[in-house]
Protein backbone atom coordinates (compact mmCIF):
# COMPACT_ATOMS: atom_id res chain seq x y z
CA UNK A 1 0.00 0.00 0.00
CA UNK A 2 1.01 3.89 -0.85
CA UNK A 3 1.91 5.56 2.49
CA UNK A 4 0.80 8.89 2.56
CA UNK A 5 2.60 11.86 4.82
CA UNK A 6 1.54 15.06 5.56
CA UNK A 7 3.73 17.58 7.48
CA UNK A 8 3.29 20.04 9.21
CA UNK A 9 0.87 17.70 11.63
CA UNK A 10 -0.25 21.29 12.48
CA UNK A 11 0.35 24.91 12.26
CA UNK A 12 -0.67 28.39 13.43
CA UNK A 13 -1.41 31.24 11.23
CA UNK A 14 -3.24 34.56 11.17
CA UNK A 15 -5.80 35.85 8.58
CA UNK A 16 -4.24 36.58 5.23
CA UNK A 17 -0.91 34.71 5.82
CA UNK A 18 0.07 32.58 3.17
CA UNK A 19 0.12 28.56 4.09
CA UNK A 20 1.86 25.88 2.54
CA UNK A 21 1.16 22.11 3.25
CA UNK A 22 3.58 19.26 2.20
CA UNK A 23 2.31 15.43 1.35
CA UNK A 24 4.80 12.82 0.42
CA UNK A 25 4.02 9.14 -1.15
CA UNK A 26 6.08 6.48 -0.77
CA UNK A 27 6.47 5.77 -4.17
CA UNK A 28 5.86 7.94 -6.98
CA UNK A 29 2.19 8.82 -7.47
CA UNK A 30 2.99 10.51 -10.74
CA UNK A 31 0.27 13.72 -10.47
CA UNK A 32 -2.73 10.95 -8.83
CA UNK A 33 -2.94 13.79 -5.83
CA UNK A 34 -6.37 15.44 -4.59
CA UNK A 35 -6.82 17.77 -1.46
CA UNK A 36 -9.23 18.04 1.08
CA UNK A 37 -10.51 20.32 3.69
CA UNK A 38 -12.61 19.09 6.60
CA UNK A 39 -14.14 21.55 8.94
CA UNK A 40 -15.13 20.05 12.43
CA UNK A 41 -18.42 17.60 12.56
CA UNK A 42 -18.92 18.25 8.60
CA UNK A 43 -17.92 16.38 5.36
CA UNK A 44 -14.49 16.72 3.49
CA UNK A 45 -14.44 18.65 0.46
CA UNK A 46 -12.21 17.91 -2.30
CA UNK A 47 -10.71 20.94 -3.27
CA UNK A 48 -7.88 20.05 -5.54
CA UNK A 49 -8.17 17.17 -7.66
CA UNK A 50 -4.78 15.55 -10.12
CA UNK A 51 -2.21 17.43 -8.07
CA UNK A 52 -2.96 20.67 -9.50
CA UNK A 53 -6.59 21.07 -10.84
CA UNK A 54 -8.94 23.25 -8.79
CA UNK A 55 -12.35 22.08 -8.15
CA UNK A 56 -15.40 24.11 -9.86
CA UNK A 57 -16.28 26.91 -7.16
CA UNK A 58 -13.26 26.40 -4.99
CA UNK A 59 -11.76 29.89 -4.09
CA UNK A 60 -8.38 30.54 -6.48
CA UNK A 61 -6.26 31.49 -3.18
CA UNK A 62 -5.88 27.66 -3.32
CA UNK A 63 -3.26 26.30 -5.97
CA UNK A 64 -1.83 22.72 -6.01
CA UNK A 65 1.94 21.78 -6.76
CA UNK A 66 4.09 18.72 -7.21
CA UNK A 67 4.38 15.63 -9.34
CA UNK A 68 6.18 11.75 -8.42
CA UNK A 69 6.17 11.82 -4.56
CA UNK A 70 6.11 15.75 -2.95
CA UNK A 71 3.42 17.57 -2.95
CA UNK A 72 2.21 21.05 -1.49
CA UNK A 73 -1.29 22.73 -0.96
CA UNK A 74 -0.93 26.43 -1.03
CA UNK A 75 -3.48 29.02 0.52
CA UNK A 76 -1.93 32.16 -0.70
CA UNK A 77 -4.09 34.45 1.32
CA UNK A 78 -5.91 32.54 4.77
CA UNK A 79 -9.41 33.76 4.91
CA UNK A 80 -10.96 32.79 8.54
CA UNK A 81 -13.12 30.08 6.77
CA UNK A 82 -10.25 28.39 5.83
CA UNK A 83 -9.24 27.62 9.55
CA UNK A 84 -9.60 23.83 8.96
CA UNK A 85 -8.38 19.79 8.78
CA UNK A 86 -6.73 19.25 5.27
CA UNK A 87 -5.92 15.54 3.91
CA UNK A 88 -3.93 14.84 0.99
CA UNK A 89 -5.34 11.26 -0.64
CA UNK A 90 -3.49 9.15 -3.58
CA UNK A 91 -5.72 7.70 -6.27
CA UNK A 92 -3.01 6.60 -8.01
CA UNK A 93 -3.63 2.69 -7.34
CA UNK A 94 -5.91 0.79 -4.71
CA UNK A 95 -6.17 0.92 -1.96
CA UNK A 96 -6.56 4.64 -2.05
CA UNK A 97 -4.33 6.08 0.59
CA UNK A 98 -5.35 9.57 2.41
CA UNK A 99 -2.20 11.30 4.51
CA UNK A 100 -2.54 11.94 7.88
CA UNK A 101 -4.31 15.74 8.09
CA UNK A 102 -3.21 19.15 8.98
CA UNK A 103 -4.87 21.00 11.29
CA UNK A 104 -4.79 24.83 10.41
CA UNK A 105 -5.08 26.84 13.70
CA UNK A 106 -5.74 30.62 14.44
CA UNK A 107 -2.72 32.39 16.06
CA UNK B 1 -27.89 18.10 -9.01
CA UNK B 2 -25.94 14.88 -7.47
CA UNK B 3 -26.29 14.18 -3.98
CA UNK B 4 -25.87 10.88 -1.88
CA UNK B 5 -27.17 10.04 1.96
CA UNK B 6 -25.99 7.46 4.55
CA UNK B 7 -28.30 5.63 6.11
CA UNK B 8 -27.56 2.47 8.80
CA UNK B 9 -27.66 1.50 12.53
CA UNK B 10 -26.30 4.36 14.70
CA UNK B 11 -25.89 1.79 17.40
CA UNK B 12 -24.14 -1.81 17.25
CA UNK B 13 -22.76 -4.49 19.31
CA UNK B 14 -19.33 -6.09 19.47
CA UNK B 15 -19.42 -9.07 17.00
CA UNK B 16 -22.49 -8.05 14.95
CA UNK B 17 -22.55 -7.20 11.41
CA UNK B 18 -22.64 -3.49 10.18
CA UNK B 19 -24.73 -2.89 6.92
CA UNK B 20 -24.99 0.14 5.97
CA UNK B 21 -26.54 1.90 2.76
CA UNK B 22 -25.49 4.71 0.60
CA UNK B 23 -28.73 6.00 -1.67
CA UNK B 24 -27.64 8.48 -4.50
CA UNK B 25 -29.23 10.78 -7.00
CA UNK B 26 -28.23 12.42 -9.52
CA UNK B 27 -25.96 10.01 -11.58
CA UNK B 28 -26.12 6.70 -12.51
CA UNK B 29 -23.57 4.13 -11.46
CA UNK B 30 -23.91 2.14 -14.46
CA UNK B 31 -21.28 4.82 -16.26
CA UNK B 32 -17.87 2.83 -16.91
CA UNK B 33 -15.34 4.95 -14.87
CA UNK B 34 -17.71 6.34 -12.31
CA UNK B 35 -17.45 5.18 -8.62
CA UNK B 36 -18.72 5.13 -4.88
CA UNK B 37 -16.82 4.86 -2.52
CA UNK B 38 -16.94 4.18 1.51
CA UNK B 39 -14.60 6.26 3.86
CA UNK B 40 -14.76 6.42 7.37
CA UNK B 41 -13.10 8.56 10.33
CA UNK B 42 -12.89 7.48 14.00
CA UNK B 43 -13.53 10.41 16.86
CA UNK B 44 -10.71 12.96 16.19
CA UNK B 45 -8.60 10.63 13.93
CA UNK B 46 -7.73 10.92 10.49
CA UNK B 47 -9.74 9.58 7.20
CA UNK B 48 -9.82 6.12 6.33
CA UNK B 49 -10.95 5.03 2.89
CA UNK B 50 -12.26 1.76 2.81
CA UNK B 51 -13.78 0.81 -0.30
CA UNK B 52 -15.28 1.44 -3.87
CA UNK B 53 -17.11 -0.18 -6.41
CA UNK B 54 -17.11 1.25 -10.05
CA UNK B 55 -19.76 1.49 -13.12
CA UNK B 56 -18.20 -2.21 -14.64
CA UNK B 57 -18.83 -3.56 -10.82
CA UNK B 58 -14.98 -4.07 -10.05
CA UNK B 59 -14.61 -3.62 -6.53
CA UNK B 60 -11.44 -2.80 -4.37
CA UNK B 61 -11.19 -2.88 -0.11
CA UNK B 62 -8.54 -1.69 1.88
CA UNK B 63 -5.74 -4.23 3.05
CA UNK B 64 -6.09 -4.12 6.68
CA UNK B 65 -9.64 -4.48 6.48
CA UNK B 66 -10.37 -6.60 3.48
CA UNK B 67 -11.49 -10.04 4.67
CA UNK B 68 -14.88 -7.53 6.60
CA UNK B 69 -15.64 -5.91 4.09
CA UNK B 70 -18.32 -6.70 1.49
CA UNK B 71 -19.41 -3.81 -0.99
CA UNK B 72 -22.35 -4.19 -3.89
CA UNK B 73 -24.60 -1.89 -5.81
CA UNK B 74 -27.97 -1.68 -7.01
CA UNK B 75 -28.48 0.28 -9.99
CA UNK B 76 -32.18 0.13 -10.05
CA UNK B 77 -32.87 1.33 -6.63
CA UNK B 78 -29.55 3.85 -7.00
CA UNK B 79 -28.01 2.30 -3.30
CA UNK B 80 -24.74 0.97 -2.50
CA UNK B 81 -24.22 -1.35 0.44
CA UNK B 82 -21.30 -1.99 2.32
CA UNK B 83 -21.24 -4.59 5.04
CA UNK B 84 -18.22 -4.92 7.59
CA UNK B 85 -18.40 -8.25 9.82
CA UNK B 86 -17.64 -8.34 13.27
CA UNK B 87 -17.24 -5.35 14.68
CA UNK B 88 -15.19 -4.31 17.14
CA UNK B 89 -15.46 -0.81 19.24
CA UNK B 90 -12.57 0.15 17.02
CA UNK B 91 -14.72 0.52 14.60
CA UNK B 92 -16.84 2.99 16.20
CA UNK B 93 -16.81 6.66 14.18
CA UNK B 94 -18.51 8.39 11.45
CA UNK B 95 -19.13 6.56 7.56
CA UNK B 96 -19.26 8.68 4.37
CA UNK B 97 -19.93 7.77 1.36
CA UNK B 98 -18.68 9.65 -2.24
CA UNK B 99 -18.86 10.00 -5.84
CA UNK B 100 -15.98 10.06 -7.94
CA UNK B 101 -17.14 11.10 -11.95
CA UNK B 102 -15.45 8.99 -15.00
CA UNK B 103 -12.42 8.42 -14.69
CA UNK B 104 -12.41 7.93 -10.90
CA UNK B 105 -8.70 7.74 -10.67
CA UNK B 106 -8.34 11.44 -12.05
CA UNK B 107 -11.36 13.34 -10.50
CA UNK B 108 -10.96 12.67 -6.88
CA UNK B 109 -14.06 12.18 -4.69
CA UNK B 110 -15.73 15.74 -5.85
CA UNK B 111 -19.60 14.88 -3.78
CA UNK B 112 -19.86 13.28 0.01
CA UNK B 113 -22.78 11.89 1.52
CA UNK B 114 -23.29 13.78 5.51
CA UNK B 115 -22.07 10.95 7.44
CA UNK B 116 -23.60 8.56 9.28
CA UNK B 117 -22.26 7.80 12.66
CA UNK B 118 -21.99 4.45 14.23
CA UNK B 119 -21.10 3.11 17.94
CA UNK B 120 -19.90 -0.16 18.61
CA UNK B 121 -20.42 -1.22 22.14
CA UNK B 122 -22.67 -3.55 23.61
Known amino acids: DIQMTQSPSSLSASVGDRVSIACRAS??????LNWYKQKPGKAPELLIY???SLQSGVPSRFSGSGSGRDFTLTISSLQPEDFATYYCQQTFSTPWTFGQGTKVEMK | QVTLRESGPALVKPTQTLTLTCSFSGFSLDTSGMCVSWIRQPPGKALEWLSL???????YYTTSLKTRLTISKDTSKNQVVLTMTNMDPVDTGTYYC??????????????WGQGTTVTVSS
Open chain 1, 27 to 32: QSITAY
Open chain 1, 50 to 52: FAS
Open chain 2, 53 to 59: IDGDDDK
Open chain 2, 98 to 111: ARSRTPYYYYGMDV
